[in-house]
T-cell receptor, first 114, second 114 residues
């Protein structure tokens, strides 16, 4: 079975600081993709970053980067220079094999404080 | 490129009434998903279409929910009759064929059943 676990239900960070959100996953597939999605209070789900399992290099998108540890099945998200607009629910998700659907974690609620 | 469109954005109905949601995916995206997201939880896949065929509807409560995707483009999701527990945000997402799992989401429809 494929699973995604986010062990931090809530986190907070001061504006301009750095925060790391944790995600672990499990799959027996060799070909898979990992995602972080952000869901602000408006409830729209926004893609933050994507990592392809066969790529060793960690994905980066501006202030967002991941630490992908394939052997440990860990996929953490680092947000640098946190901004008030980063306040949101963050979901980690896995797409593996020919499944065609995303397996979702339960989410981490991040509050950026001024 | 236009994103995934959904309407209405908000809907309030009485229990036992009917409601329908509409989704127009990103142009050219073959796969379309409907999710139900209850407040405080992650998205739950209701149904997945590949073009105009159903790939997965295992979590769709078929006694009251129905969905169709005529002509393989836009889609409607219907609830008839609605129950109090159907209060949620209904998210539509689409994915390009062979797009490595990345789903793009619409703004969602927030349903309140009174």
């Amino acid at each position: 079975a494929q699973t995604v676990t986010q062990s931090q239900p809530e986190m907070s960070v001061q504006e301009a600081e750095t925060v790391t959100l944790s995600c672990t996953y499990d799959t027996s597939e060799s070909n898979y993709y990992l995602f972080w999605y952000k869901q602000p209070p408006s409830r729209q789900m926004i893609l933050v970053i994507r990592q392809e399992a066969y790529k060793q290099q960690n994905a980066t998108e501006n202030r967002f980067s991941v630490n992908f540890q394939k052997a440990a099945k860990s996929f953490s998200l680092k947000i640098s220079d946190s901004q008030l607009g980063d306040t949101a629910m963050y979901f980690c998700a896995l797409h593996a094999g020919n499944n065609r659907k995303l397996i979702w974690g339960l989410g981490t609620s991040l509050a950026v404080n001024p | 490129e236009a994103g995934v469109a959904q309407s209405p954005r908000y809907k309030i109905i009485e229990k036992r009434q009917s409601v329908a949601f509409w989704c127009n995916p990103i142009s050219g995206h073959a796969t379309l998903y409907w999710y139900q997201q209850i407040l405080g939880q992650g998205p739950k896949l209701l149904i997945q279409f590949q073009n105009n065929g159903v790939v997965d509807d295992s979590q769709l409560p078929k006694d009251r929910f129905s969905a169709e995707r005529l002509k393989g483009v836009d889609s409607t999701l219907k609830i008839q009759p609605a129950k109090l527990e159907d209060s949620a945000v209904y998210l539509c997402a689409s994915r390009e064929q062979g797009a490595k799992g990345t789903q793009y989401f619409g703004p969602g429809t927030r349903l309140t059943v009174l």
